[in-house]
C-alpha cells in the first residue's frame, strides 16, 4: 500500500484519549429543540410547518430549494411553537431561520419505508437522499445527492474515498463511529458503490487510531474495499490531502476532485446514508464529541436543534479555566457567543477550551520573512504573499496566487513566530472577493434590465406608430387633382399680375 506525502502539514498535540476511552451514549431527550433551516450548504429549506402544528420524529419540516439544498426534519415528536429568527452557531452570533419544537417526549415516529436502492433509477435514488437530508457530516455539510450526480465531471468514477482520517485534535467522534458501527458505514458504502460506480474504493484513516483500522478492516472483508492507514498528521484529513496521500492525484486549482476521477465522502455520511435507505430514517442526529475543560468528555449520539449548554452540563458542566467554547477543534473551529446555540449537522464537537489550549493572543508583529508558513502549508501556497496582497486589499493579485485554494486549515497562524492572524486575513479577502463579485453581478443584472427597457420601449414606439400608418385613409386621385387653397390663390395672383403687365390687352377689351 503505497502513499504519496502531501506538502507541509503539521505535527500536533492530539488531545484524542480525552473523550475517545467510553463508548458512545445517547443524550437525553430535550425539553425544547431549536431546529435551523439552514444545516447545509446552498438555499435554506423552505418551512413546511406553522405555529401550533403537530409534528412526528422524522417528519419533513423544511422543503429543500434548487437543486443544491436538503430537506430538515423533526428530530422527535411535539409541538411546533415558533418559526423564527434564533441564533445559531456562527462566528458572526448571527440569527437565522429555525423551527422550535415543544418536545411531548413520546418519540412517535412517523411511518418509515426502507427503500429497495437496487432496482431505482439513479435520479430517483438521489432525490430519496435529497429528502432525507443526507450531507457531509465532516464539517462542510454539503448536500451528498449533489456529489452522488457525476453528470458533466467524468465518464467514470476512478476512486471513491471514505474520509476517516479525523485529523483534529480533540475531536473523536468518526472514530468512536468507525469503532462501534463500522458494518452500517460499510453498508452506506454499497450503496454510494452501487450508485458511483469507482473502479476502487479507499478508506482512509490516521495511523493513531488502530481500533477503527480494525473494526473497519474486519467489516469491509470479501468487498474489495481496501482500508488504508495514513501518517497521523495535520489536515490529512482534507479532501485535497487524503486524494493525495492515496491516489497522489491532484485537483486543478479552479476544479473539482470529480474533474480526475475522485469523489470522496466522510465515514458519518455513509453511516446516515445506511440509516436513510435501510431505515428510512432521515438524517435527525448525529455524534458529537464533547471535551476540553469539562468533568466528562465523551461522545453524545444529539438530537438535532438541542442547546450546547444541556450537552455541556450532561457531560458534569464546565470545569475551571475555561477561556472559550469553540464548535470544531482549535485549529479549523470558530468561538461562540453563547451555549444555548443550537446543534446543526456541521456540530462534529464541542470544545471547552482553557487558555493552554489556544494560541495565546498577542498583539501581530511585523513579518520577519521566515518562511514558516510556506514550509507548512498543505496546499503548496505563498502565505506571505497572500498575506500581504490581502493586508493591501490587492484582491486581483491574491488570486493571482491563488488565494482560494486556502482550506484555512490555520497551520501557517499556528507556525507564525510574529503572531500574525494570516487565516484571518484570507478569510477576509475571500469576503471582499465575493461581496465584489455580488455587487459586479448586481450592476451587471441592473445594466441588462436597463438596456431591455430601452429596448422595449423603442419597440413599442415603433409599433404604435406602424398602427397610426396603418389608421390613416388612403388619398383618392379626384383628391389629389383638386387644387389647394393655396394653389388657386398663387394662380389668381399671377393672373392679376399678368393684367397689370399688359394695359393695350386691357384697352381693347374695353373698347
Given at each position: 500500500m503505497r502513499l504519496f506525502p502531501f506538502h507541509g502539514g503539521l505535527k500536533t498535540v492530539r488531545h484524542k484519549t480525552e473523550s475517545n476511552r467510553q463508548a458512545i451514549r445517547a443524550a437525553a431527550l430535550p425539553k425544547r429543540l431549536i431546529v435551523p433551516l439552514r444545516q447545509h450548504v446552498g438555499a435554506i429549506a423552505k418551512p413546511l410547518v406553522k405555529t401550533g402544528d403537530p409534528v412526528l420524529k422524522g417528519q419533513r419540516i423544511g422543503q429543500p430549494d434548487g437543486y443544491v439544498s436538503a430537506a430538515v426534519h423533526a428530530p422527535t415528536s411535539g409541538v411546533v411553537i415558533a418559526v423564527d429568527q434564533q441564533p445559531v452557531p456562527h462566528p458572526s452570533g448571527m440569527t437565522d431561520w429555525c423551527v422550535s419544537i415543544e418536545v411531548d417526549g413520546e418519540e412517535r415516529w412517523i411511518e418509515r419505508c426502507p427503500v429497495d436502492y437496487q432496482h431505482l433509477h439513479p435520479s430517483d435514488l438521489r432525490n430519496v437522499v435529497r429528502n432525507a437530508g443526507v450531507v457531509g457530516l465532516g464539517g462542510a455539510v454539503f448536500p451528498s445527492a449533489v456529489k452522488m450526480n457525476l453528470s458533466g465531471h467524468c465518464e467514470r468514477l476512478e476512486h471513491l474515498i471514505l474520509n476517516g482520517a479525523e485529523c483534529e485534535p480533540w475531536m473523536t467522534c468518526d472514530d468512536r463511529l468507525m469503532r462501534e458501527r463500522a458494518p452500517e458505514i460499510v453498508a452506506g458504502i454499497h450503496i454510494l458503490a452501487h450508485l458511483l460506480a469507482p473502479r476502487e474504493v479507499l478508506i482512509g484513516i490516521e495511523d493513531?487510531?488502530?481500533?477503527?483500522?480494525?473494526?473497519?478492516?474486519?467489516?469491509?472483508?470479501?468487498?474489495?474495499?481496501?482500508?488504508?492507514?495514513?501518517?497521523?498528521?495535520?489536515?490529512?484529513?482534507?479532501?485535497?490531502?487524503?486524494?493525495?496521500?492515496?491516489?497522489?492525484?491532484?485537483?486543478?486549482?479552479?476544479?473539482?476532485?470529480?474533474?480526475?476521477?475522485?469523489?470522496?465522502?466522510?465515514?458519518?455520511?455513509?453511516?446516515?446514508?445506511?440509516?436513510?435507505?435501510?431505515?428510512?430514517?432521515?438524517?435527525?442526529?448525529?455524534?458529537?464529541?464533547?471535551?476540553?475543560?469539562?468533568?466528562?468528555?465523551?461522545?453524545?449520539?444529539?438530537?438535532?436543534?438541542?442547546?450546547?449548554?444541556?450537552?455541556?452540563?450532561?457531560?458534569?458542566?464546565?470545569?475551571?479555566?475555561?477561556q472559550r467554547l469553540i464548535m470544531g477543534g482549535p485549529l479549523m473551529g470558530f468561538a461562540l457567543h453563547d451555549d444555548r446555540v443550537p446543534v446543526t449537522k456541521a456540530t462534529n464537537c464541542i470544545l471547552a477550551a482553557g487558555a493552554e489550549d489556544l494560541a495565546l493572543e498577542q498583539p501581530a508583529m511585523p513579518c520577519i520573512r521566515c518562511g514558516a508558513c510556506m514550509d507548512v502549508c498543505p496546499a503548496d501556497l505563498l502565505p506571505q504573499q497572500l498575506y500581504w496582497h490581502?493586508?493591501?486589499?490587492?484582491?486581483?493579485?491574491?488570486?493571482?496566487?491563488?488565494?482560494?485554494?486556502?482550506?484555512?486549515?490555520?497551520?501557517?497562524?499556528?507556525?507564525?513566530?510574529?503572531?500574525?492572524?494570516?487565516?484571518?486575513?484570507?478569510?477576509?479577502?475571500?469576503?471582499?472577493?465575493?461581496?465584489?463579485?455580488?455587487?459586479?453581478?448586481?450592476?451587471?443584472?441592473?445594466?441588462?434590465?436597463?438596456?431591455?427597457?430601452?429596448?422595449?420601449?423603442?419597440?413599442?414606439?415603433?409599433?404604435?406608430?406602424?398602427?397610426?400608418?396603418?389608421?390613416?385613409?388612403?388619398?383618392?386621385?379626384?383628391?389629389?387633382?383638386?387644387?389647394?387653397?393655396?394653389?388657386?390663390?398663387?394662380?389668381?395672383?399671377?393672373?392679376?399680375?399678368?393684367?397689370?403687365?399688359?394695359?393695350?390687352?386691357?384697352?381693347?377689351?374695353?373698347?
Open positions: 493513531d487510531k488502530p481500533e477503527a483500522i480494525a473494526a473497519m478492516a474486519a467489516a469491509c472483508a470479501g468487498t474489495g474495499y481496501e482500508v488504508r492507514p495514513v501518517p497521523t498528521r495535520y489536515p490529512s484529513g482534507g479532501v485535497k490531502q487524503l486524494t493525495k496521500l492515496l491516489t497522489n492525484k491532484e485537483a486543478p486549482t479552479d476544479g473539482r476532485s470529480t474533474d480526475i476521477g475522485v469523489q470522496c465522502f466522510n465515514v458519518a455520511t455513509a453511516y446516515t446514508l445506511h440509516r436513510a435507505i435501510h431505515h428510512g430514517e432521515p438524517v435527525i442526529s448525529r455524534i458529537v464529541t464533547v471535551t476540553g475543560h469539562v468533568k466528562q468528555p465523551q461522545n453524545l449520539e444529539v438530537l438535532l436543534g438541542t442547546p450546547f449548554a444541556e450537552l455541556i452540563a450532561e457531560s458534569g458542566g464546565y470545569q475551571d479555566g475555561v490581502a493586508r493591501a486589499k490587492e484582491f486581483d493579485k491574491a488570486q493571482d496566487y491563488h488565494l482560494f485554494s486556502c482550506i484555512e486549515c490555520g497551520c501557517c497562524s499556528y507556525v507564525c513566530p510574529s503572531r500574525i492572524p494570516l487565516v484571518q486575513y484570507y478569510r477576509y479577502a475571500k469576503n471582499e472577493i465575493w461581496a465584489q463579485e455580488k455587487e459586479k453581478q448586481k450592476a451587471e443584472l441592473a445594466r441588462q434590465r436597463h438596456q431591455a427597457r430601452l429596448e422595449r420601449l423603442e419597440r413599442e414606439k415603433q409599433e404604435r406608430e406602424a398602427k397610426l400608418r396603418q389608421k390613416a385613409p388612403p388619398r383618392s386621385d379626384a383628391a389629389a387633382e383638386k387644387p389647394t387653397p393655396t394653389a388657386s390663390i398663387a394662380h389668381a395672383k399671377e393672373a392679376a399680375s399678368s393684367a397689370a403687365d399688359s394695359p393695350t390687352e386691357a384697352i381693347a377689351r374695353d373698347a
